[in-house]
């Protein structure tokens, strides 16, 4: 049963989605204002967390860093936001909160956004991102990546990318709500538009448009869904089961299983699109940050609680 904060939460992202969409750069600042107006007031990172601004392979990040984080353990976090969208200040408590269940550094890179860096921007910067963790010294069987919504997308381009180029994979992956066909031709884009308080089947049309540019939207480093799963490393998938992106996540599920991949998918009752970002404010929420970190840990061979 949905929690009644989750409930409350759900009639304000209703009301906001209803609501016709202000120009870009003011979306921009809304999703990175976004923690703050629903908490009234600055995001608390846990006690003791560290941000240490980079600049990995030239592209800046954040590094969270929690109180005593294994120093051969790291998280590549692609954020979301439809290509278009997200920064280190819209997901930087979410990825804290990871970092601290995870007993990990959490790198969140500012990858080129659309339109003005349309595909391959974002897939050749995530790669020199993980390739720049490397040359620090960075095990791979130490790396987890994680993404949501079109960073979950990312996420897997990734994996490919690193797969098909003989690269070394990551220990593991974690995809939250991956938008994993930008061509839209799930079930649960129309079967549960009216169920998602969040997203709508028409808006990430007009988004895939803009990230795909000149290229097909079925491509399988735009739209994974399409790609040959084989030879990922295992993955834990999180969604929402009201969500329009459901069946992205459950295909993408489905066809690694196929290959005989390993992935833990996880349905979440009531629970719409990357709700994992609201851990200060949903027991669901933490409940599964708390997952995701005995699965990063586990899968990179740290003790499964602090």
């Known amino acids: 049963m949905p929690s009644p904060e989750s409930q409350q939460l759900r009639a304000i992202f209703f009301a906001m989605k209803n609501q016709p969409p202000p ?3 003011v979306q921009r600042r809304n999703l ?3 923690a703050e107006r629903i908490s009234g007031g600055a995001v608390q990172l846990p006690t003791g967390m560290q941000v240490e601004t980079v ?3 030239g592209i800046v990040a ?8 294994a120093p051969d353990r790291a998280m590549l976090y692609l954020h979301g936001g439809a290509y278009t969208l997200g920064s280190r200040r819209s997901h930087r408590s979410i990825v804290a909160n990871l970092a601290q269940a995870s007993g990990m550094r959490a790198l969140l890179p500012e990858y080129r956004l659309a339109p003005e860096h349309p595909y391959p921007a974002a897939v050749e910067d995530a790669t020199a991102v993980y390739r720049w963790m490397l040359a620090q010294g960075l095990p791979p ?3 987890v990546v994680a993404g949501d919504s079109a960073g979950g997308g990312l996420t897997l381009a990734l994996l490919l990318t690193l797969r098909d180029a003989g690269y070394p994979m990551p220990a593991a992956a974690v995809l939250l709500s991956p938008w994993t066909d930008l061509a839209g031709t799930g079930k649960s884009v129309v079967d549960r538009a009216d169920l998602d308080p969040w997203l709508s089947g028409a808006g990430l ?7 795909a540019g000149s290229h097909d939207v079925r491509e399988p480093h735009i739209s994974p869904v399409y790609a040959d799963l ?3 490393p295992p993955l834990l998938i999180h969604v929402g089961s009201d969500e329009v992106l459901y069946d992205d996540a459950a295909r993408v599920a489905e066809k690694v299983r196929a290959t005989g991949g390993a992935v833990d998918f996880v349905e ?3 629970m719409w699109h990357v709700f994992q970002s609201l851990g200060d404010f949903l027991p669901e929420a933490r409940e599964a940050i708390a997952q995701i970190g005995i699965f990063a840990r586990v899968q990179t061979g740290l003790p499964p609680s602090a």
């Open 230 to 232: 084989h030879g990922l």
């Open 32 to 34: 990175d204002e976004m």
């Open 205 to 211: 049309a007009a988004a895939g448009q803009v990230y």
């Open 62 to 69: 954040d590094w969270l860093i929690p109180t005593e984080a």
């Open 141 to 143: 069987s130490g790396i």
């Open 23 to 25: 120009p870009l750069d």
């Open 55 to 57: 600049s990995s392979a």
């Open 268 to 270: 979440w009752d009531g």
